[in-house]
Each structure stands twice: as C-alpha cells, then as structure tokens.
C-alpha cells in the first residue's frame, strides 16, 4: 500500500470539476485483498496538491452555483444515487469484498449495502422537507433564522465501512448533501475500487439531476502535509473524519487553527457495565449474546465492546469462562488490512504492558489472510485504576478486557476514570435487583458516553432520527453532533444564517411568511407549526 | 492595572466553592475609571492555579449534584438573580458608570441592565419549558436523545458590556445556567466591581433556591498559562469567550486541544453595503442613521459598522462629507480604558499604513478621559483588493473605513475578500431599483456574516429566538452558534445524550413516554407534538 513510482497508463483517473482526469501525480498505489494478502490489479494515484486545489476551487464554484437549488433537486439526487447503486449492487459487492474481505452475507449484502442506499433515501427525504434546517421565525421583531449549506465538504472514510460511512456514499456524504453542499470524498486506501465505483455513480445521479458537475469529486490519497491543506483551505466549509485518532488529531489541529468545523469519530471502546443480578438471571444467554457481538466483522466496529465491567464474585469468573468458551470455538476472522493487524498486535501488547493477563488468544494467526486469534484479557479494578489511560488502549479488532472490580466502589471508580466513549451499556437484572446499583452508576456513565443502552450490545447503530453516534472527546471532537441518523447528522454541515428586517421577497423560501410546503414544521414566536404565519 | 504585589487586608474576596475566601494570591491588580484615568480604590487579587483548580473541582462536584434538578430549579435561580439585580440597580449603574465610563441614561439604565435581566428571565422561561434541548422520540427503535448539561462552564466576560455580556450574569452566563451548568465566571479585569456586585447576588439567589454552593463561582484574574489550563481541565465542560481575538485564539487553541467546546465571539468590522438607490432616495437619512450608530457607546461594540462599501459617484461623494460633517459635529466619547485606546490607535495606524486616507479626526484626544476623535478613513476598491487582510483590521471605537468600489465587479470582489463577520447589512431603493445589484451582491455577504440585514444599522442585537450573534470564523469559532438568543444559544453549552432501550422509569421525565408538561414540544417519529407518546 506505500506509493511507488508510477510506471504508466494504468492508473485510474481521479474525478476533479467534472471529469474523470488522469492524475498529474507521480505516485502510486495498490489495494491488498485481505484475505490473499495479495495486491489487487488495478493502480490508483497519490494526488498532488496542485490537483487537489484545483477540487477545492470547482468545488467552492459548485457550492455558489447550488445556493439557490431547493431541496428537491439535492432528495432527487439522493435517491438516483440509491437507484444506480441498487442496480450495480453485483459489482459493488463483489469489489468490496475483494478489498476489505468482509463477508459477502450478511455482512455486505444483506447488512451494508442495503443500510446505506437506506441512509441516501432517509437524507432525500430531509432534504425535501427541509424541516432539518429549524426554521425560526420571531414575528415581533421581524428577525428570520435558519440553518443553511455551509459549503464544500471534504469526507475522509474509514476502512471498517466500505460502504456506510465512504467517502461518496457514506453517512457523512449523505448528510453533507442534503443540507446543499458539495462534496470532495477522500477515499481510503484500503478500498478505493470501492470508492470509485459509488463517485462514478454520484457523478452520473448528479448528470442526471442538473447537479453541477463538481458537486461531486473524488481523490484517493494526498500527503499528510496536503490532507492538512485541504482541511484548512479557505474556501473548504467543513470536514467529516472517521478514522484512526492520530491522523484525526492531526487534520483536527489544521482545521481548528482556522476555524474549520471538523466533525471527527475517533476511537471507542464501549463499555459494557453487567450488574450482578443478571449473571444470575442468564449468564449463558449473555455470554452468548457478547461473544457474537464482539466478533461480528471480525471486532472491526467503532462500537465494539472491548472493555466489560464485573464485580468480583464467582457467577463473574463463571461468566467469564462461558465467555472464554465462545471464544475459543467461535471461528478466526479475516483483518481488514495488514495495518489493521499490526495496530492490533500493539494495541494488545499495550494493554498486557499496562497490566492486562490474556486469557484466551493474544497471538496473531489462526484464520484466512491477516488474522489474530480471538482475544480475551482480564484486569482487577486495582490494576486499572493504575493505568487508566493505557487500559483504555483502543484494541481495533476480535477482543475484549474484562475489568473486575471488587466492589461497587471501584466499579464507580473505574467509571469516572473512563475517556469519551460513543456507547457505553448497562445490563441490568430484569426483576429490579440491580436498580439501587444502576442508579449510582448511570450517572457516571451518562456524561461520558453518546449513547447510553440497558440489556443490549453496542455494536448496531440503527439509522434513527433519535440515535447518537457521538460523544465526548477523544470519541469525538464536539460532544453535541451526531454522524448518524438524519435529520441530526446534516445539522452538523451548517452554518446558522439569521435574516435582521429582510424583506419577504428576497427571503429563502422557509422563512417567507407562507409556508413553502404543507408539512414543513417551523418555530413561529416560540411554538412549532406549520401553519403560515400571520 | 497591571499587576502589583499586594499589601494588604483590603484585597477583595474571591467566590470559590460557596465561600467567598481571601485569595491565596499575592498580585492584585485596580480597575481604571476612564473618564478620569484615576485608579479606583478596591484592590482585587490574581488567582493562582491551585484556587483555580479549587473552582474547577467544586464546579464538578456541583454538576453531579445538579444533575437530576428539574428546569424549573434553574429558572427560579435565574428570576430570583434578576429581581435582586433589580433591586441593587443604583449601585450597578453607579459602579458599571465608574468602571466603564459609559453613560448612566440612556446606555446602563435604560438600555444594558434592563436588558440584562430580561435576558435572564429568557433564560428561566427557556428551562422551566424544556423545549430547548429538542427531546426526539423514534418509537419504531425506542432510540430517544435530547441536549443536556455538559458540565461545568468558564465564562470570560467582555470589556464593552458590564452587564449584557458579563461574566456572571450575561447571555454566556443565562443560557449556561438555563442549560443546566454550574459557571466559573472569569470577570473583566476592567470591571472587577460590577462582576463582584453580579456574583454577590447570583450566590444569594442560588442560595435562596437550593442550588448548591458552587454553582456559580468568581475569579478576577489568572495568568494567561493558568487561563489555558482552566479551560483545558479535564472537568471543564465548555467556555463560552467575549473579547480580544488574541487571546481568544490562545484559549481556543488550549480548549480545542483536548476537545472541549469553546465558543468565541472575537472581532468583526460589520460590512455595510450602499447601494446607489438609496443616495438618492435618502441621503442624508442615511447619513445621520449611519453617524449615530457608528459614534453610539464611542463606537465599542462587536456590531459596530466598520466598514462601508459604496460605488464611486458625485452622490457616495455627497454621502461622505454628509457623514463627515456628522463626525466633525458630534460630541467625542470616553473610551473604556486605556488598552482600548491603546489598540484604536494602533488599528487606525494600520489601515493608514493599508493605504486608508484618514477624512476625519485620526488622533487621540478631544474628549473626556481616554478619548480619540471621530475617524473616518477611505480607501478605493483597488487599494482595498490589494491588501484585504490589513484593511479588515478591527478598529474598535468610533471610526469607520469607506471603500469606494469603481463598479459593480469591483464590489463584488471586495465582498468575495471580505473574512468572517457576525453582521452584514445592505441599504437598498425602496422602489426597487437597486434590486439587480442585491441579488448578485447578497449570495457573497450572506456565506460571510451570522446576520443579513436589511435598511438597518448592525448595533442593535435583539434578544430574539431567531437571533444570530455569531457567524464565520474569525468573528467566532464555529459558524452554527449563537452567543446571543434563547434557546438557541443554550444548545452550545450541552450535549448530546441518547437513550437506547432504556426503560421507561430510568429516563429523563422529558423522554418518558409521558409528557411531563403540556407546553413542552417533542419530536415524536419525525413530528413536533406538544402530545404523549402512542
């Protein structure tokens, strides 16, 4: 996956102001299928930044160009998008599962793909509402307000998702659209077949609705020094990252420095507290339940439970085995990349460092292609409390730590240690047993996670206009967004425009004293309506 | 006011943890009254780190404590402090009169401390109702979530609003407390006796309605390294800032950092667009409405109209000297302090040395106090197009800058150059005339100003639902904010929370399927609904 020189007439093109153009760039490189460990054909460029501010510029056009554009015409793009995405679904999946080694079913055809063609029609329909924007209106003084675009996007991708959260196809793309803005993706390395297929696709929706060509654009790969750029650009509005947390942190700063809204999904590790009465109400179909759980997609999921939080007792150390049991019989899954491995390797070494004992697996193999045995690592409440931020190491994959506590004291202890979580989920007996304790924990729990669950695991993320997936800092850099579930996740792609005395007919739509559309609800002096005003 | 070393038993006391203690401190520091340049007699000290941070863990402690206690708690809090604010309203005026300088009637009496308390009554209205933190049902997945309190607030007051914009008792202040946090007020080192009359009665009030001793503390000053630890604490919220864009920037660095929400209000020239219609319907109306706003509280407001962009003619020529008339005229106010002065000059240097041609006054003096005459300075659009950056220096006090475009195009691009602003206002014909050049000047101001006004002057900041103080960075830091309106500007001090699958009796009364109120208003599966759930 290092650049090479580039030899060659080989390389796919990059999509920069409307067309497909072959990279000015020099250097190359290749996705690996996972599950060969072998490079896949076709070559993909580095962009240089010349070409990637050449986007930049076509995209700050293309954002003037559409400020006038109602909300329609972006829904109908959305759902085209769906359509031409649904009709190449083959092709898709077979190119994804080439490059991530993610199973075709469930996982990608049956899970992925249909959730995120989902998503694109779930933000068509926002956008032809419009009722995410907030129209206020206060007749009193004749001030307006709204959300509005906040103009070009840049979307970095993640691997974990080669669909649902891409760079042109994603839960960022999605909301970035609806709300009016154009869009740079910046593809992850790992699958930029994948990526290309859906901006190939964007590009033909966009065509198709009178979209400006540029609305949509695509580059594989620039430096860190020109991913900073990009990011602080001034013409760049904001920037959706789901990735690594270096990386994150690093774009974050270039970003901040300008003020650049960047909304960021770092790392979690989604603790799951079990009280003590459910281990006895049903231990068995708890280990059950985390074990499938933590291994679905290999553990490769921002929401995956890596860290579970028991009192000392011995229904724990039966549970525990239970747990141990599954893992050990439940099959080695495939790593989405060579670094995914690695990464995992020393994250599991950091945590035996801090103290952490492996109870089953810690050793890297045992499945197709890059693979670690399924893992499970065990740590007394005294031990973290020791280490808290090396214990909290973010282990990317098949595994979970166990984190025993002695008694409630230190479970609350261990609780107020914890970093920003996306999730975090309480298991609770179902006969209130465990409500006294659930009570003086919750509270500890609440203000570090996003998403607060009883008796579930964390690791679907239902497409909800109520769904969190955010959180405090380092899970996120701004605890009040979400990046699922519409209308929320679009909010985050706008900037607040107030209209002081303007006259009605060079108003937006929404906020003209007639209600543009039969359903649109606005705030009218205070109270939601959607009436017209007056 | 630069720091001394302190004597002394006449340091004045500093609110921490619901004590108000002697400062541990050994430098203080006197506020300046401006209008004799004389030092007024209190001493007031410099907090050290260790008192800060005894601020930071009370503040925590106070959030856990306040956690479960309902709206209307805070809302009783808040008409409480305003109803004594009202009753000690002599010694406010006298002594805000004394610090600032600004005049008792109409500014402090009439206008800025009967706003400030409506303000604060806003704010209790707004959490007795809940509506605020937008509470979102989705039946279909039992997924709710709502914006709730993110802990414990810093809030660093302005110089140019003793009341309105004070550390502890102005819009950051009520819409923290109406949110649910506990603030850790940062006063104004220029008007330390004002904010300490504020705490006085905000401990009072909290003390009177059951709120816990910390909720609200008060520091007078730290060194600007302490200040970067304080607002990147790991207990710390969120910050709310008001001032100078340095140091604004520092902090911002500091907070981002380490993820935690920091909202700046920091400079902003305001851009005022004449369109030629209006010279020659209403001239000297204009000229006068512009004078007056532009010279009002001595120019020191973040809305004050910096800048204005006409097109070359015998009638802009007209329009100038009118204004210049009005300058040379009006009397020479006192300025808040002698920093303040101090930067005016230094910003009107800058534009001189920009190529601005000084019309009108351009030195110190001539008024009571610190003081420097009406300044109006103009520059044409090429000599503006070659230097955008310098001749957007914020000149903070009782000058403007024309720029006199050459035509159409010209104006436009200066637009295009202009940096982020919290207002932008364009005077058009009233018969229309004017109409073409607005729509194709309207779509660049509208991307860079919070608020697009119309035929009016930027100054006044209603407190209205639909208000926006804010807009692109560098006038803030984030474009999708408001420091100024309720509820909206409440939502910056929260966070996201979502309830997955918790039970009924678990959640927060506004997500219970109940409506624990009949005013309140929901998002129930995608509709507002003052209704219960089903």
Redesign the interface.
Known sequence: MNPQKSSLMSVERVLIDGKWRVSSGSQIFQSVNPATRLPLPREYPVSPWAEVEQAILAAARAS?AV?DVPGEVFAKFLERFAERIDARSGEFIATANQETGLPVEPRLKIAELPRTTNQLRQAAAAARDGGWSLP???T??N???R?AA??PVVVFGPNNFPYAFNSAAGGDFAAAVAAGNPVIAKGHSSHPSTTRLFAEEAFEAARETGLPPAFVQLIYRTSHEDGCRLVSHPAIGAIGYTGARATGLVL??AA??????IYLELSSINPICVLPGVLEERSDELAAEFSTSCLMGTGQFCTNPGMVLLLAGPQTESFVNAVRAKFESAPIGTMLSEGVLRNFESSIQALVAAGAEVLTGGQTGGGNGFSFRNTLLKVTGEKFLLSPHALQTEAFGNSSLFVIAKDEAQMLAVLDALE?NL?GAIYSAKDGQDDTL??RI??AL??RV???????MPTGV?V?????H?G???A???????AVGIP?SM??F??????????QH?LPPELQDKNPRPGL?R?I????SQADVG
Chains 1, 2 share one sequence.
């Open positions: 003037r400020r206020t209106i206060d009193k003084t001030i307006r307000s959300l906040i103009g974050k700063e901040d420095r300008v003020g650049k809204p920003g999730t659930y009570s919750e509270p609440r203000v996003g998403r607060l669950i009883n008796d579930k239902a909800s206009p109520a769904m969190n955010g405090p800092f380092p996120t850099g701004h605890p009040g967004f979400t929320a909010r985050r706008a900037m607040l425009q107030c209209y002081d005395s303007v006259r060079r609800w705030s002096d205070g109270q939601w």
